[in-house]
């Protein structure tokens, strides 16, 4: 691949066939997930089955729609989100073949092990919350309701909504590590200063988890908690990167010129 500087026209139009590519994948995939809209709705009810198997209730009788247009606007809406979610990692990868040419050889050496770490760990944070901590809320948000003699019935649509935020929130709170390890590979964080500010940390990571969830406290501890573990983990990835960074060489003094 050529390193030479291309005319600002050229670069315009890399930036729209880049814009088409993504639009058409985008819309690609959603139509292909609004023909399996029932079945993707069906695994987004699972956590809540779970949660109200434990009750000896069912799905069909807990969630509920109210208004006319809800049904519709849902299966629209589930088959757009999840064509999108399909699209993204071909999304990335026209973005990543747009900057390429722009990155240092040290750069683009980073590029596809970032990706592929940072797609991993959005999707263990996704995984992480569809089988550990949504059963256990919805679970939670149930016998909540029950002690203070309310039977829950949910709308479909918040349902959805609670769900989808949930994961979203956990998939990109798994991208901590990643973001740390970065950080300390271009020389910004150390070991020492991750330490030092963890009680910083702990309050931002309290204020990210209080506007990634809906609102109530329990979700915003079930994504804080995760988190600081995931901050002290990283802490131990900044000092293993700090022990195997190659040490630059020394000015010999005793030389003279």
Same mark, same amino acid.
């Given at each position: 691949?050529?390193?030479?500087?291309?005319?600002?026209?050229?670069?315009?139009?890399?930036?729209?066939?880049?814009? @088409?590519?993504?639009? !058409?994948?985008?819309?690609? $995939?959603?139509?292909?997930?609004?023909?399996?809209?029932?079945?993707?709705? &069906?695994?987004?009810?699972?956590?809540?089955?779970?949660?109200?198997?434990?009750?000896?209730?069912?799905?069909?009788?807990?969630?509920?729609?109210?208004?006319?247009?809800?049904?519709?606007?849902?299966?629209?809406?589930?088959?757009?989100?999840?064509?999108?979610?399909?699209? @993204?990692?071909?999304?990335?990868?026209?973005?990543?073949?747009?900057?390429?040419? !722009?990155?240092?050889?040290? #750069?683009?050496?980073?590029?596809?092990?970032?990706?592929?770490?940072?797609?991993?760990?959005? @999707?263990?944070?996704?995984?992480?919350?569809?089988?550990?901590?949504?059963? $256990? &809320?919805?679970?939670?948000?149930?016998?909540? /309701?029950?002690?203070?003699?309310? #039977?829950?019935?949910?709308?479909?649509?918040?349902?959805?909504?609670?769900?989808?935020?949930?994961?979203?929130?956990?998939?990109?709170?798994?991208?901590?590590?990643?973001?740390?390890?970065?950080?300390?590979?271009? /020389?910004?964080?150390?070991?020492?200063?991750?330490?030092?500010?963890?009680?910083?940390?702990?309050?931002?990571?309290?204020?990210?988890?209080?506007?990634?969830?809906?609102?109530?406290?329990?979700?915003?501890?079930?994504?804080?908690?995760?988190? @600081?573990?995931?901050?002290?983990?990283?802490? /131990?990835?900044?000092?293993?990167?700090?022990? $195997?960074?190659?040490?630059?060489?020394?000015?010999?003094?005793?030389?003279?010129?």
């Amino acid at each position: 691949m050529s390193d030479e500087p291309k005319p600002f026209l050229e670069h315009l139009e890399d930036f729209r066939t880049m814009l @088409l590519k993504s639009v !058409a994948v985008l819309a690609v $995939n959603m139509m292909i997930c609004l023909l399996f809209v029932r079945k993707i709705l &069906t695994l987004l009810q699972h956590p809540l089955a779970v949660a109200v198997g434990r009750h000896g209730g069912s799905v069909d009788k807990f969630l509920v729609s109210y208004n006319v247009m809800d049904t519709l606007t849902i299966i629209i809406q589930t088959g757009l989100m999840a064509g999108v979610v399909l699209a @993204l990692p071909f999304i990335f990868y026209f973005i990543g073949q747009f900057i390429f040419p !722009a990155l240092r050889p040290q #750069e683009r050496r980073m590029l596809l092990p970032a990706f592929t770490v940072g797609g991993g760990l959005f @999707l263990c944070g996704v995984v992480f919350c569809y089988f550990m901590i949504l059963p $256990n &809320t919805l679970d939670y948000m149930i016998e909540l /309701g029950q002690w203070i003699h309310v #039977e829950a019935r949910w709308t479909l649509l918040s349902y959805l909504s609670f769900v989808v935020q949930m994961m979203a929130a956990f998939g990109v709170a798994f991208e901590l590590p990643l973001l740390i390890s970065i950080l300390s590979l271009l /020389g910004l964080v150390t070991k020492s200063q991750l330490l030092g500010y963890w009680r910083h940390a702990t309050v931002g990571i309290m204020i990210f988890a209080a506007c990634m969830t809906p609102g109530d406290v329990f979700s915003m501890f079930m994504l804080a908690g995760p988190m @600081l573990v995931l901050y002290f983990l990283s802490i /131990g990835c900044a000092a293993w990167i700090e022990r $195997n960074r190659p040490v630059a060489p020394q000015p010999d003094e005793t030389a003279y010129p």
